[in-house]
């Protein structure tokens, strides 16, 4: 039996997923409703500075057939009375002991203010305080947000008011609208902060209106940019993860991250886990489905931790990290190919087409006579699914052409139909970094390399 | 023009069996089409319909420029959406057909069609005009096409057709359930204002001959369809209904189509099938479907043999109608014997051989047959050589006769005749045609 429990810097829950600092966190009825189905913990919705609101908060990005493949808002840090807010946040840690209760603050950037807050979310009873130094609307514009978060001084400053007074732990949440996302992780270890998370909302507009060209969504006659957030942010809060992760000085410090940014299921959170994530947050999924989805994010996962031998969340916990380098450090004499599996092709031709227009045009289609045939080459008067099926060339890869681009792997629609498959390459293992220093005038001369290839027998068509 | 009197149609039961695909329904299905390169689904179209693309421009909610797509390479994709056999053209080609489902392209195509005839049709870039004159001798799926590709190609096209509505076979022979008359006379009306001089109520041999044309026009196309249903030669055959004109009249005036209570339909194609369907759901209480061969030969497509079925008609196989019995003009039964399957006859099928003394009547008020057509009557009329009856063309569509074309029904001596190839054809000939008069400048 796995055990998903987790003990995030001193905040314990029985599993690792909490809500995020959003919308469905945002009342003392939501977040209980949350824990009845099974949520591990929630990031209340940020309280702090009072604020007004607008309509027509929230736009999204639908795709192919699936919609909200990401979210934006332009929604503030709530709304609610701060005392409302306190009130319930008591009550729902009262009702709920073995749960994490985190509350998220952003108030006006001055020492007494941050003093006040976070004695007053103390006196709940809370398991821990989220800074929010990433909100990258609205806030920002009064110097909050992101605008301390985009500048790892103020991080580091602000974040040292709040431990002048922290009794419980503080979660430092950054933003990624930020070139380097290490500087302002480096400020938060700086200033003592008890662990990070990441990432809040990327800076976005979300379309433009072809009916009335109006920004979407449309609030009273203007838009603008909103926090970015759903299954579309994943690989960019996966690098951002892993970069601070593999940082000397963050990574180093062993200081835990909460990992979020377009966890949808299971799979995503066990790679967040993966890359060293050690509690996960969830929103634009939960605002998709509702509170439910927290089932199968803790079945998956436990049934792939079992599958895979995992006993614990500390177990997972950034296994894959060490993989993650430098274009410098890879294998340039590591080789794949693609292989199409002919059984289990449909020939929809999608990887011929993607090969042959965009990559290295080494898939060819072949007629059942072993010739190679070019597309579109039947009469016109030919007709009828035998004749098509009959007749349909098939898609094979020149191998010996073939230089692993993997796009073929990417376009095809049938699951294992093209496998990457390793192939040696004959040449010993070596990086562009070992070249550059051993040879560094083939990195630097045309002319080098020339003879360096020819020497490696590397042939580029 | 005939009145058309809808409101039976309407609430019969043969108004369109299948629903229109609301934005959502088609949104998702057009985003479950892969966009194949090279697609078999395009392959298998008759007309070569670039699938694909015309799938995604609904996708991208460009439905004018799917439209235009369907439209560029058959004229009469409104008609074809609904009454091609897509099971074995473009929906039994698709690649998703193997482990998942076809995408529905025939309703995606109506989808688009659809709203092109409502909100307005794509334009056509018309060449200029060539000077040329083509005649083209009826107006059905074949002889709309030819008339609108010379069209578009900038000649002046005069269409002769002997009923009182063009559209051939999708006007008068398709069963209002797969296809309202509405939309065979909107794709007329579409045409003709490509310029398009339709003359109805003119027929070739009767109301002008071939050495007329040729004096008038530069190049003549042939889309005469076939004859009427074949004679059976059964004593009380003037007892039988003609299964086209039923389904003639179910379209056009089913107020005064008299349906039997008790109806045998002889025949197990196609029509045969339509026949059925109209008897059955326009009130028979039993309907049935009397076959000489086995269901192995029957010519009726798999989809419409299983929507035959569920409609709750029964199916008579191996068994050959020898004589209608009337009493006062009323028919009272029809006497059949039971056949067996011989030797393999000119069509390659088991010939059925009667089996002696297994004479049986079938209690039946009402008789109609649906047992094919009969060839093309103008074929010898005109002197043209023939094919197993057919008009016979060459590659380019051209009769024994210069610069006589012709396609459609007409020219099927092989494959199943259908709209999607008589659209084809239409459109191949027109390439030959224009050749033809570009050539001899």
């Known amino acids: 039996m796995v055990d998903l429990s987790i003990n995030f810097a001193g905040i314990r829950s029985p599993n690792p997923f909490w809500l995020a600092s959003a919308p469905p966190s945002n009342s003392g009825l939501q977040v209980h409703r949350a824990f009845e189905a099974g949520w591990g913990g929630a990031v209340w919705k940020t309280i702090g500075a009072p604020v007004l609101n607008v309509s027509n908060r929230y736009g999204a990005w639908h795709f192919g057939g699936q919609k909200m493949l990401a979210i934006n808002n332009v929604e503030l840090i709530s709304d609610r009375p701060l005392e409302v807010n306190l009130r319930e946040i008591r009550e729902v840690k009262r009702a709920w002991p073995d749960r994490a209760v985190i509350v998220s603050a952003m108030v006006e950037s001055k020492p007494e203010t941050w003093h006040d807050i976070i004695r007053r979310i103390q006196d709940t009873g809370a398991d821990g305080i989220e800074l929010n130094y990433g909100c990258p609307h609205g806030m920002s514009e009064r110097g909050m947000g992101s605008a301390v978060g985009q500048v790892p001084e103020y991080c580091e400053q602000i974040t040292r008011w709040v431990m002048e007074v922290a009794k419980i732990p503080v979660i430092v949440k950054l933003t990624p609208n930020i070139s380097d996302i290490v500087m302002p992780a480096r400020a938060a270890v700086a200033a003592g902060a008890s662990a990070i998370s990441l990432i809040n909302t990327l800076n976005s507009i979300i379309g433009v209106d072809l009916d009335t060209l109006e920004i979407t969504p449309n609030i009273g006659g203007k838009g603008g940019h909103g926090g970015y957030a759903g299954p579309a942010v994943k690989p960019i809060a996966l690098n951002m993860l892993a970069a601070v992760g593999r940082d000397p000085v963050v990574g180093g410090s062993k200081m835990p991250i909460s990992g979020m940014g377009g966890i949808s299921d299971w799979r995503d959170a066990a790679q967040f886990l993966l890359l060293g994530a050690s509690s996960l947050q969830v929103c634009t999924a939960v605002m998709h489905y509702g509170f439910r989805i927290v089932e199968d994010l803790c079945d998956g996962l436990s049934n792939w931790m079992d599958e895979k031998g995992f006993a614990r969340i500390p177990d997972v916990v950034g296994q894959s990290l060490h993989r993650v380098s430098d274009f410098s450090n890879f294998d340039l004499s590591f080789r794949a190919i693609a292989r199409i599996d002919q059984k289990k092709c449909i020939r929809c031709n999608l990887c011929y087409v993607a090969c042959n227009d965009t990559a290295h045009q080494c898939i060819d289609l072949i007629a059942k006579d072993g010739t190679v045939v070019r597309p579109y080459s039947y009469d016109v008067r030919a007709s009828g699914k035998e004749d098509a099926i009959r007749t349909r060339p098939s898609v094979q890869v020149r191998e010996e052409d073939c230089v692993g681009c993997r796009l073929c792997y990417n376009v095809c629609p049938v699951e294992e139909c093209i496998q990457m498959i390793e192939e040696p390459s004959g040449r010993p293992p070596t990086t562009w970094r070992e070249i550059s220093d051993s040879q560094r005038e083939v990195t630097e001369n045309w002319e080098k390399m020339k003879q360096y290839r020819a020497k490696m027998g590397i042939h580029i068509h | 023009m005939a009145e058309i009197s809808h409101d039976l149609a309407d609430t019969n039961g043969l108004s369109e069996l299948l629903p229109p695909l609301t934005g959502n329904e088609a949104g998702l299905e057009a985003a479950r089409c892969l966009m194949c390169y090279d697609a078999p689904c395009t392959h298998a179209c008759p007309t070569h319909i670039d699938i694909p693309k015309f799938i995604k421009k609904i996708s991208s909610h460009n439905l004018r420029g799917s439209a235009r797509t369907i439209l560029e390479s058959n004229l009469l994709g409104a008609t074809c959406a609904r009454v091609c056999p897509v099971q074995e053209l473009c929906e039994g080609a698709c690649v998703l057909g193997a482990d998942h489902k076809p995408i529905a392209i025939g ?60 559209g051939g076979l999708s006007t008068y022979g398709i069963i209002g359930l797969r296809e309202p008359i509405d939309v065979a006379l909107a794709e007329v009306a579409m045409l003709s204002k490509l310029g398009i001089k339709i003359e109805t109520r003119k027929e070739l041999g009767t109301d002008f001959n071939l050495p007329d044309l040729h004096a008038k026009f530069d190049a003549v196309f042939l889309s005469v369809g076939l004859g009427a249903t074949t004679t059976l030669g059964i004593p009380g055959e003037e007892q039988i209904l003609d299964g086209l004109g039923y389904i003639e009249e179910s379209k056009l005036d089913a107020h005064n189509l008299v349906i039997g209570g008790n109806v045998a339909v002889i025949g197990a194609g196609n029509t045969a099938i339509d026949c059925a369907t109209i008897a059955k759901r326009l009130g028979a209480s039993q309907v049935t479907m009397v076959y000489r061969r086995s269901e192995k030969e029957m010519t009726a497509y798999a989809h419409e043999y299983d929507f035959i079925k569920r409609e709750g008609v029964r199916l008579l196989f191996l068994t050959q109608p020898v004589r209608v019995h009337a009493e006062n003009g009323t028919v009272k039964s029809l006497e059949c014997l039971r056949m067996s399957l011989g030797v393999l006859d000119a069509s390659g099928r088991p010939s059925p051989q009667p089996v002696p003394g297994s004479n049986f009547l079938l209690p039946v008020d009402q008789i109609v047959k649906a047992t094919g057509q009969e060839k093309p009557r103008l074929a010898s009329l005109l002197k043209l050589k023939t094919d197993k009856g057919f008009i016979q063309v060459s590659e380019e569509f051209e009769t024994s006769s210069p610069g006589v074309y012709a396609g459609g029904d007409c020219i099927r001596a092989h494959g199943a005749a259908s709209t999607v190839m008589a659209v084809q054809d239409g459109k191949l000939a027109a390439r030959s045609i224009h050749e033809r008069l570009v050539a001899h400048g």
Do not use: W
């Open chain 2, 107 to 166: 309703r995606l195509q109506r989808y688009a069609m659809d709203f092109a005839y409502a909100q307005g049709l794509p334009s056509f870039q018309l060449a200029k005009a060539t000077g040329k004159k083509v005649a083209v001798i009826g107006a059905g799926p074949a002889g709309l096409s030819c008339s609108g590709e010379l069209a578009k190609r900038g000649h002046s096209v005069t269409l002769f057709e002997k009923r009182d509505l063009a």
